[in-house]
């Protein structure tokens, strides 16, 4: 037997996954399948494109009281949204961007402690390795983000989740340019029931909104959140980028 | 004491490709890709990179190209490239099972010696060992001995010539047997 085998046998087996962990990475899978906005090829737009990638970190805790975790403020109860079941009383996923991500260092990063709410960043990215990772309490939140450009306003939108915390913009550095500017990138979030027409072209709808729902743009993204109101669902929005 | 991993359906050439049934890809290889990690980190990130692993292929399922290799090399590769960003934690891990499995060492039975127990027993020398190689020789190794891969495999998988692995891996192997004692404690433990 020779060094390899011995090593294979010799590395600690493990169980194998869950099947809450088989399910969420392929509801991740099913996530990307319906992803409107595409990656590239024909399917980029002109402007921003921005991928949208849902992860899962934790889905059962998706519906629970919302508290602000994970060295924020200190815990303090939030009334559920009107969609919450009262009876559960469980911790929410930490929103809390970590210090790195996929071995990244944090740049930049904001934490609101509500949906219907945005935020805005301003970032000068050192490489083209940049990753914009979103953490929403709420499994199935609504992302709009948008960058202005001289005459361009660049937006993407996508799910963050679906059941999980996490969605993660991260094709946007290797356009070209990218670390020749500083970016001013507004992000918007909007809990998963918001009436908001997702895909935007679905419905057939030509205007702003249609029998009440929205498309989810920068210029309906106020209105939206005026009529909604905002709801104790924290999210945050993390820069990470590798150091030069 | 361990296994190799069930390389599971060969979806090789002319099989099935990611190009038409993604979900096929993920139900035979979701399994091995999150063991793969486990044991070269721990359950909890294998969790979330095994399904971030699926996810980078599903978006790149275009650019799989079945004459460079087939899908577990392919799969094997994602999974490699987003543990470089755990580099740190996977050294601290085989830094601890070497400490672990050595103090087990140390207060080891006296009873018959079995093959299983004579792996367990090296197992701290190979751990420490593994810490205290190159990222790109630990890579090669641990794509051979936790992947099952071929050499052939473990070059698509990194995207490197056959020859590269052959000179990483003869690097690794000399520094193992250095670890272990330039002897074989499992045909030592057998010979009696």
Request: aromatic share 6%.
């Amino acid at each position: 037997m020779d060094e390899i085998s011995l090593l294979g046998r010799a590395v600690p087996d493990v169980p194998p996954p869950s099947s809450q962990v088989v399910a969420r990475a392929r509801d991740r899978l099913a996530a990307e399948e319906r992803r409107p906005t595409g990656h590239r090829g024909s399917r980029r737009r002109p402007g921003w494109t921005w991928a949208l990638a849902c992860a899962a970190v934790t889905a059962v805790v998706a519906f629970a009281v919302v508290t602000m975790t994970g060295g924020l403020t200190a815990p303090s109860p939030i009334a559920p949204s009107p969609s919450t079941p009262p009876t559960s009383v469980l911790p929410a996923p930490s929103v809390k961007p970590p210090a790195t991500y996929e071995g990244l260092p944090l740049l930049r990063s904001k934490t609101a402690r509500s949906t219907a709410t945005k935020v805005t960043l301003r970032f000068r990215p050192t490489s083209t390795r940049t990753a914009i990772v979103l953490r929403c309490s709420a499994p199935g939140s609504f992302v709009l983000a948008s960058e202005p450009r001289k005459h361009v306003l660049s937006e993407a939108r996508g799910i963050c989740g679906p059941d999980g915390t996490r969605s993660r913009f991260d094709d946007k550095s290797h356009e070209p340019g990218w670390t020749s500017r500083t970016h001013t990138v507004t992000f918007w979030v909007f809990p998963p029931d918001a009436p908001i027409i997702s895909p935007p072209d679905e419905y057939g709808c030509r205007k702003a909104s249609c029998d009440g729902r929205y498309k989810l743009h920068t210029n309906t993204a106020d209105a939206l959140a005026a009529r909604i109101g905002t709801r104790p669902q924290p999210w945050s929005v993390a820069v990470y980028d590798a150091s030069r | 004491m361990i296994a190799h991993p069930d390389p599971g359906p060969q979806a090789g050439i002319g099989e099935w490709s990611p190009h038409e049934d993604f979900g096929r890809v993920f139900d035979a290889h979701f399994a091995e890709i999150h063991r793969y990690i486990a044991r070269r980190l721990d359950a909890q990130t294998a969790d979330d990179l095994a399904a971030d692993t699926f996810l980078i292929a599903f978006r790149d399922r275009d650019r799989f190209d079945p004459a460079r290799g087939g899908i577990r090399p392919w799969l094997y590769g994602i999974a490699t490239n987003l543990l470089a960003g755990h580099r740190r934690n996977e050294v601290r891990r085989w830094k601890t099972l070497s400490r672990t499995e050595a103090a087990d060492d140390q207060e080891g039975p006296e009873g018959p010696v079995t093959t299983r127990l004579a792996a367990r027993q090296v197992t701290g020398r190979l751990a420490g060992a593994l810490a205290g190689l190159a990222k790109r020789d630990r890579d090669v190794v641990l794509l051979l001995a936790l992947g099952g891969l071929s050499h052939a495999e473990v070059a698509a998988a990194l995207g490197i010539p056959y020859g590269t692995v052959a000179s990483r891996l003869n690097r690794a192997r000399r520094q193992l047997r250095k670890a272990l004692g330039d002897a074989n404690p499992l045909k030592e433990a057998h010979d009696g």
